[in-house]
């Protein structure tokens, strides 16, 4: 059964660092690429970047480039997304997902349950 | 970047009622478009992927159509479990676009 877990809630203040971690099982983890999205309270949905597993290479929205660092260490099947410096308009829930191309057609086909940042002074 | 245009944003639907939620693409897209549905406190989860194709286990009267720049998503008979927010997303060139979401409400 595929799998992605994520790491808990996360309250932090303005300007520290975090790293929060997404862990695949039950499936190659080399095999697909890893995608984040965030979600503002109360608001949709916004794709972030992709990493894939095997090279380490990565994509960005133009609207997270330099915000965030997405990385995976392969070695534990597991997916990253960092921030040097949080700010306040950080706060959201964000999700990794498994992006899918079987048959040439890619989609997020399988979600972890969400980690939720608030940061605040 | 490729805009997605989602609408209704929110509708009002009873049980029983056929609802249809159109996204429509700044330019042309071929079939690489899905629909996500998310409840309250969850995960998205896939409902539809490559425009039209039924993601495993999810019930048949749920449907997409479309290429190009306009594609529907249909219930076809509204399901008490149905109510929730859909989301497309596309998925043809960087960066990956949502759609702004439809929330559908009981009436």
């Known amino acids: 059964e595929v799998q992605l877990v994520q790491s808990g809630v996360e309250v932090k203040k303005p300007g520290e660092s975090l790293k929060i971690s997404c862990k695949g099982s039950?499936?190659?983890?080399?095999?697909?690429?890893i995608g984040w999205v965030r979600q503002m309270p109360g608001k949709g949905l916004e794709w972030m970047g992709l990493?894939?597993?095997?090279?380490?290479?990565?994509r960005y929205s133009p609207s997270f480039q330099g915000q965030v660092t997405v990385s995976v260490d392969k070695s534990i099947t597991t997916a990253y997304l960092l921030w040097n410096s949080l700010k306040a308009s950080d706060t959201a829930i964000y999700y990794c997902a498994r992006y899918d191309c079987t048959g040439g057609s890619c989609s997020f086909d399988f979600w972890g349950q969400g980690t939720l940042v608030t940061v605040s002074s | 970047d490729i805009q997605m245009t989602q609408s209704p944003s929110s509708l009002s639907a009873s049980v029983g009622d056929r609802v249809t939620i159109t996204c429509r693409a700044s330019?042309?897209?071929?079939?690489?478009l899905g629909w996500y549905q998310q409840k309250p406190g969850k995960a998205p989860k896939r409902l539809i992927y490559?425009?039209?194709s039924l993601q495993s286990g999810v019930p048949s009267r749920f449907s997409g159509s479309g290429s190009g720049t306009e594609f529907t998503l249909t219930i076809s008979s509204l399901q008490p479990e149905d109510f929730a927010t859909y989301y497309c997303l596309q998925h043809n060139s960087y960066p990956l676009t949502f759609g702004g979401g439809t929330k559908v409400e009981i009436k």
């Open positions: 990493i894939n597993p095997g090279d380490s290479d990565t």
């Open positions: 490559a425009a039209s």
């Open positions: 330019q042309g897209i071929r079939n690489n």
């Open positions: 039950g499936y190659r983890f080399t095999s697909d690429w």
